[in-house]
């Protein structure tokens, strides 16, 4: 009896009972496999992008080791490697493409390996038809909306036989209850929304993770207890533009209404989010951090530009002053609060103006991190088509600038904690010194200090020695 006619039963056709059905069958074929080779079969998700990808890339984890996989970082030992790729600058997509020709060299090697391409490059059409055309040793290829169905999508792929494509336009729904590993024990993402609907001019993720969706609240604090109760300190939770949280929900809830709730899980410590747009962050929201113990007094605003018509070109939607502005309302009522940023440099029709009023903003806000990106044309994005765009030289002309400044400043800024005791969630011994332990502060600054293993996933109280530019030596406080 072949191991399709064994599965005569027909999946439901209700999530997540759908997928659940699928892990099983997936599993089946796992072992079959496992016993032909007579060992354990092995995966490896390779993650590029941001912490949405990060966090999809925990789901996928999840299950792979419910279908049976097990973990085998080496991409060449692995039997069954995925890329979840980003495509919001040329150079990820090139970088996906560079490791999937060393890939080939190793699949030739060995047949037997799958290999699955997901993520945002996926949802671009013309990124498929070459893959199609010119990578057809890849097996799977599915995009952001359908990695619920990756049981199912496995499946469909080994019944087959050949490559599977299944990418969709827009998601259908958001599907609870499935399973998810994470990358450490005592910290996790959360997702709140998916998609974005902001169309700013030079940005493809409205494209490729479709129009924004947000979670119930109900689902949100559940999970976040649920992490709790398996040892979870600090949440993150995620969205394209957290501040625009709720609105399309049945009943609609602020974001600001959403953290108080979180706020009160008991044994959370620690509550971070990302990213806000300055468009939509509220006075409520400000005050809810400035109120909150848990919240962490940090917030990645990115400004992108700092003059105020290249922000318009943009479609951000606020002006320089504007942002300045909301920049004091934050410190005013947080005095302390760590600052970081994005910003692009060369953004089409910029000129030496413009960009010495983003110099001028990073001055006056003095970040204390800022990510520094050369302009990159998107295709579908109307940027693209815009004139004037920008000559390479004299966008790394400023992005050189700009990097400079903002390093020296971030350097300053860190330097100001020193001789205080901070709270530290320690999360790894060190890689180099292994009489270290690494951990994090509130304001996300790294802090090395001896320790062992046994302080991984605790707060601990540090005094902090020296700063070392972008990071902390220190001793633990008794
Ligand atoms: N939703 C987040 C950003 C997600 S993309 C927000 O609005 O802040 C992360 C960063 O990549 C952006 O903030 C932007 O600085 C950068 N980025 C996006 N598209 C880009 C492009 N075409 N060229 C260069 N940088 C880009
Ligand atoms: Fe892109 Fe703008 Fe949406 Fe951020 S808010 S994901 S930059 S379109
Ligand atoms: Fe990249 Fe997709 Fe994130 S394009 S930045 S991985 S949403």
Not at 91 to 111: C, D, E, F, S, T
Not at 183 to 193: C, E, L, Q
Not at 355 to 368: P, S
Request: charged share 30%; hydrophobic share 35%.
């Amino acid at each position: 009896m072949t191991l399709e006619q064994r599965f005569v039963t027909e999946p439901p056709v209700s999530e997540p009972d759908r997928q659940h059905f699928y892990i099983a069958r997936a599993g089946e074929y796992v072992r079959e496999e496992s016993n032909r080779l007579g060992r354990v079969l092995s995966a490896t998700i390779t993650t590029f992008g941001c912490q949405m990808n990060a966090r999809d890339s925990e789901k996928l984890a999840g299950i792979l080791r419910q279908i049976g996989f097990v973990d085998e970082p080496d991409e060449e030992k692995a039997d069954f490697v995925i890329f979840n790729t980003c495509t919001v600058r040329e150079n990820a997509n090139m970088r996906v493409y560079g490791r999937l020709g060393q890939l080939n060299h190793i699949k030739r090697k060995q047949p037997h390996k799958m290999i699955a391409l997901c993520g945002c490059m996926m949802q671009e059409p013309e990124v498929v038809e070459k893959l199609q055309k010119s990578y057809r040793f890849v097996d799977l290829i599915f995009g952001t909306h359908n990695i619920y169905k990756f049981a199912e999508l496995f499946v469909k792929c080994k019944e087959a036989g050949r490559m599977t494509v299944d990418v969709w336009d827009e998601a259908d729904k958001i599907v609870e209850e499935l399973p998810n590993e994470r990358k450490y024990p005592f910290k996790s993402g959360v997702n709140i929304m998916f998609g974005c609907n902001n169309f700013c001019s030079y940005c493809i993720v409205p494209y490729v993770r479709g129009r924004e969706r947000s979670r119930n609240p109900r689902d949100i604090l559940h999970e976040i207890e649920r992490l709790v109760g398996d040892g979870v300190v600090e949440v993150m939770l995620l969205g394209q533009n957290v501040n625009s949280y709720g609105k399309t929900l049945d009943v609609p809830m602020s974001f600001a209404e959403l953290l108080r709730e979180v706020e009160k899980i008991e044994g959370l410590r620690r509550i971070r989010f990302m990213t806000s747009h300055p468009k939509d962050l509220s006075d409520d929201l400000i005050a809810v951090m400035a109120d909150s113990k848990k919240i962490c007094p940090h917030l990645h605003l990115p400004i992108q530009s700092g003059s105020t018509r290249i922000l318009q070109k943009m479609n951000r939607r606020y002006t320089k002053e504007q942002y300045l502005d909301l920049v004091k309302r934050l410190r005013d009522a947080i005095p302390d609060i760590s600052l970081t940023t994005d910003i692009i440099v060369g953004f089409p029709g910029e000129t030496e103006e413009d960009f010495l009023e983003t110099m001028d903003v990073v001055e006056k806000v003095r970040y204390d991190s800022a990510f520094t990106f050369q302009y990159s044309k998107r295709s579908k994005t109307p940027a693209a088509m815009m004139e004037n765009q920008v000559e390479a030289a004299v966008v790394k002309d400023r992005f050189d600038r700009l990097l400079a400044r903002v390093q020296e400043i971030s350097a300053q800024a860190c330097g100001r904690y020193e001789g205080k005791i901070k709270d530290v969630l320690v999360e790894t011994v060190n890689d180099h010194d292994q009489s270290l332990v690494t951990g994090r502060m509130d304001n996300n600054l790294l802090v090395h200090f001896p320790g062992n293993e046994t302080l991984v996933g605790k707060i601990v109280p540090v005094k902090l020695e020296e700063c070392k530019g972008f990071y902390y030596m220190g001793n633990q406080e008794s």
